[in-house]
């Protein structure tokens, strides 16, 4: 197949619309079931370069759930604790497959911005995955193929019309990329950059102590960076990404929205959070939505008399603001990444209260010093880069 027409672009009023390869050589991609649009296209790409990065740098299956063309989770597959499994739903699926814990990672991050996402996986979808996405939301997903039960299990999903898309693993496109803006086409080098351990090795800061651990989820940072609209920065931990902060004009607002994300992945975890007496009757959104709601300033939506009778079995005490910042100060160790240089000190300021205690940015900004600084009064490692990762 060497083209493929779509329904519409990004809008339903943009049309004729269709995908194929300039060079006139056939499609990399089979649909095998669905029929995904312009921009499940664009998410799929997008994420199955993500996470065939991931798994190339540290030897383990990836996953990463898109919407609108940006990473709202990316992970590789580390088993869950009882903990993860419970705050990400899958506690009642026993033991998943190492593919499988990726995806609930993943996914399970953000649920709030991967409802209705595009999942793409580094390794061949197997049954255990396949039963993970089926009671999700979302659009479609992109793999390098697919056990027989895990597809058959994949097309029951939207009454049948579920996009499932099989790519090549072998397929390397060409050195030069094209892109066209107002009937102007642009051209550039793929951003082949590879990041590995070497990538760290610039450490400025008075620690020094870059671990293992915090190497690899330092890698995953920069590389979900890659994918990430910009401005862009990404929290990690253990593993996987529990904030990113995408498009932002301003770095600091970046660092604000990742971070908050990433606190609401911990106080998720609080026991205030993990005890919610949730009626019988909730579905999964409502759910979510109602736990975003309690961890956040508007909490009276789901606590007010005639709300919380709906959600709940009985009416929670008020998670208080000293005692969440209790619980989140007990988050550690936690990595992050930029896709630029950070300007000011205030970005290191905000990382610290969500635990960041591992750094890697390009560097390059004239008050580096005061940087630099504010990362040494909290005993932070941080690496310059050297290397901008801005994708549009």
Known sequence: MKELELKYGCN????????????????????????????????????????????????LP????????????????????????????????????????AYARARGADRMSSFGDFISLSDVCDVDTAKLIKREVSDGVIAPGYEPEALEILKQKKNGNYNVIQIDPDYVPEPLEHKDVFGITFEQG?????????FFANI???????????????????????????NSVCYVKDGQAIGIGAGQQSRIHCTRLAGQKADNWWLRQAPQVMNLPFVDSIRRADRDNAIDLYIG?????????????????????????????????????????????????????????????FIAQPGGSVRDDNVIETCNKYGMVMSFTGIRLFHH
């Open 204 to 230: 400025v800061t008075e620690n020094k102590d870059l671990t293992e651990q915090a190497k690899i989820d330092l890698a995953i940072s920069m590389i979900t960076l890659k994918y990430t609209q910009s």
């Open 12 to 59: 339903p009023n943009q049309k004729p619309s269709k995908i194929y390869m300039a060079n006139g050589q056939e499609l990399p991609i089979q649909v095998l079931n669905g029929r995904p649009g312009y921009i499940n296209f664009l998410d799929a790409f997008n994420g199955w370069q993500l996470v065939s990065e991931l798994k190339k740098a540290t030897g």
């Open 190 to 198: 793929r951003n082949e950059l590879k990041i590995d351990d070497d």
């Open 62 to 101: 990836a996953a990463t759930s898109f919407k609108h063309v940006s990473p709202a989770g990316a992970a590789v597959g580390l088993p869950l604790n009882d903990t993860l499994a419970k705050i990400y739903w899958v506690d009642d699926l026993g033991e998943l497959s190492p593919l499988a814990s």
């Open 297 to 357: 300033e508007d909490y009276m939506d789901v606590l007010a008399d005639g709300a919380w009778e709906k959600i709940f079995k009985e009416k929670p005490e008020v998670f208080t603001r000293e005692a969440k910042r209790e619980w989140l100060d007990q988050m550690t160790d936690v990595a992050l990444g930029s896709d630029a240089f950070f300007p000011f000190g205030d970005n290191i300021e905000r990382a610290h209260r969500s635990g960041v205690k």
